[in-house]
Structure formats: structure tokens, C-alpha cells
């Protein structure tokens, strides 16, 4: 679980990093269709992953306390 952290941290911050790259300067119009294929989707995904990685303390407690009794 780490390493989905770890991985989802670092593509949501080189996504920021390539937007704002694409927002303050001013690249070729071809460069900036690029980055919002590539970064945009990836920042999106990223994020959702960060999301999904926390969960809400709650259900940690509850795996914690009650034991597995199937389905």
C-alpha cells in the first residue's frame, strides 16, 4: 500500500507540475494539447487513487474489531 501512495503522490504532483508549466508560460499550442491529454487524466487518477488509499477511519476500526465471518 506504500507503494501506491508513494507512486499516486508523485504522478499527482508531476501532473500539477506540467499544468502549471502549461498555465504561466507560454509553450506551442501542440505542447500544450500534450499536456492535457497526458497530465490532466493522470492528476484526475492520481487523486482518485490518494482518495481510495485513506479510507475513512471508521471501516479501519471496524476490520480491526470484528472478526471475518464471510459471506
Same mark, same amino acid.
Given at each position: +500500500?506504500?507503494?501506491?501512495?508513494?507512486?499516486?503522490?508523485?504522478?499527482?504532483?508531476? !501532473?500539477?507540475?506540467?499544468?502549471?508549466?502549461?498555465?504561466?508560460?507560454?509553450?506551442?499550442?501542440?505542447?500544450?494539447?500534450?499536456? !492535457? $491529454? +497526458?497530465?490532466?487524466?493522470?492528476?484526475?487518477? !492520481?487523486?482518485?487513487? $490518494?482518495? +481510495?488509499? *485513506?479510507?475513512?477511519?471508521?471501516? &479501519? &476500526?471496524?476490520?480491526? *474489531? &470484528?472478526?471475518?465471518?464471510?459471506?
Amino acid at each position: +500500500m506504500d507503494k501506491l501512495k508513494v507512486s499516486s503522490y508523485s504522478i499527482f504532483i508531476v !501532473s500539477l507540475a506540467g499544468i502549471l508549466y502549461a498555465l504561466l508560460f507560454n509553450p506551442p499550442s501542440w505542447a500544450v494539447y500534450a499536456i !492535457s $491529454i +497526458m497530465f490532466i487524466p493522470a492528476g484526475i487518477l !492520481s487523486f482518485g487513487l $490518494i482518495v +481510495m488509499a *485513506r479510507g475513512p477511519q471508521d471501516d &479501519e &476500526e471496524d476490520k480491526t *474489531r &470484528e472478526p471475518f465471518i464471510g459471506y
